[in-house]
């Protein structure tokens, strides 16, 4: 795997190969949305087209994947790799929120996300998702893709599908709830002059 960072920019560049998958992903804090996503599962690329539209994230990302064993590798790797890319563009965390909450509806889905860019990974997730998959993205990788999302970030994430009946709805209220909270937790805040914390940092 190879990195590279701009602290000033905020952006970073992840380049992850497995012998499941190969990702190549670049990630802006401060964008708008901009960015082509190419997974090779459909439902997984509209996802993360929701994440940097609502997160004001500028987003390349391009996987190849053992798609004949099913989305799992590929999902998983992705988030990986989105991870370590905010982990790296976020730097020492220096003048952030840090804190991030929405809540978001989705016709009659509803999803909850709180965001704590803490350095100590941790997620709770609860979600009565129905079975099945969607543009070949099987529902119980929503859990696993905002978990390895959270341990890679070194973020504590706390997200809550509400109410709903529709997965393709309740998926994409989960997804867009994140992007909201964490645009909110890495945005600048203009008050704050250091690192957000007691202890000095938010790195470990």
């Given at each position: 795997?190879?990195?590279?960072?701009?602290?000033d920019?905020?952006?970073?560049?992840?380049?992850?190969?497995?012998?499941e998958?190969?990702?190549?992903?670049?990630?802006?804090l401060d964008g708008?949305?901009?960015?082509?996503?190419?997974?090779?599962?459909g439902?997984?690329?509209?996802?993360?087209?929701?994440?940097a539209r609502?997160?004001?994230?500028?987003?390349?990302?391009s996987?190849?994947?053992d798609?004949?064993?099913?989305?799992?590798?590929?999902?998983?790797?992705?988030?990986?790799?989105?991870?370590q890319?905010?982990?790296?563009?976020l730097?020492?965390?220096?003048?952030?929120?840090?804190?991030?909450?929405?809540?978001v509806?989705?016709?009659?889905?509803?999803?909850?996300c709180?965001?704590?860019?803490?350095?100590r990974?941790?997620?709770?997730?609860?979600?009565e998702?129905?079975?099945?998959?969607?543009?070949?993205?099987e529902?119980?990788?929503?859990?696993?893709?905002?978990?390895a999302?959270?341990n890679?970030a070194?973020l504590?994430?706390?997200?809550?599908?509400e109410?709903?009946?529709?997965?393709?709805h309740?998926?994409?209220?989960?997804?867009?709830?994140?992007?909201?909270?964490?645009?909110?937790?890495v945005a600048i805040?203009?008050?704050?002059?250091?690192?957000p914390?007691?202890?000095?940092?938010?790195?470990?």
């Open positions: 795997m190879s990195t590279n960072a701009s602290t920019s905020r952006t970073a560049t992840i380049e992850r190969a497995t012998a998958t190969d990702v190549r992903l670049t990630l802006a708008s949305g901009a960015g082509a996503r190419a997974t090779g599962v439902f997984l690329d509209h996802m993360l087209d929701l994440l609502h997160g004001h994230l500028d987003l390349d990302v996987v190849r994947g798609l004949q064993t099913g989305a799992h590798h590929t999902a998983e790797d992705t988030a990986i790799a989105l991870g890319a905010l982990d790296r563009a730097g020492e965390r220096a003048g952030i929120v840090r804190y991030g909450a929405a809540t509806p989705m016709d009659e889905a509803r999803a909850s709180a965001i704590d860019v803490s350095g990974p941790f997620t709770v997730f609860e979600a998702l129905p079975p099945g998959a969607t543009g070949g993205f529902h119980e990788l929503t859990e696993e893709f905002f978990r999302l959270a890679a070194k504590t994430l706390h997200l809550r599908v109410a709903g009946s529709n997965a393709h309740m998926i994409e209220a989960a997804f867009k709830a994140f992007a909201r909270a964490l645009r909110e937790a805040d203009p008050g704050e002059a250091g690192v914390s007691t202890k000095g940092t938010l790195t470990a």
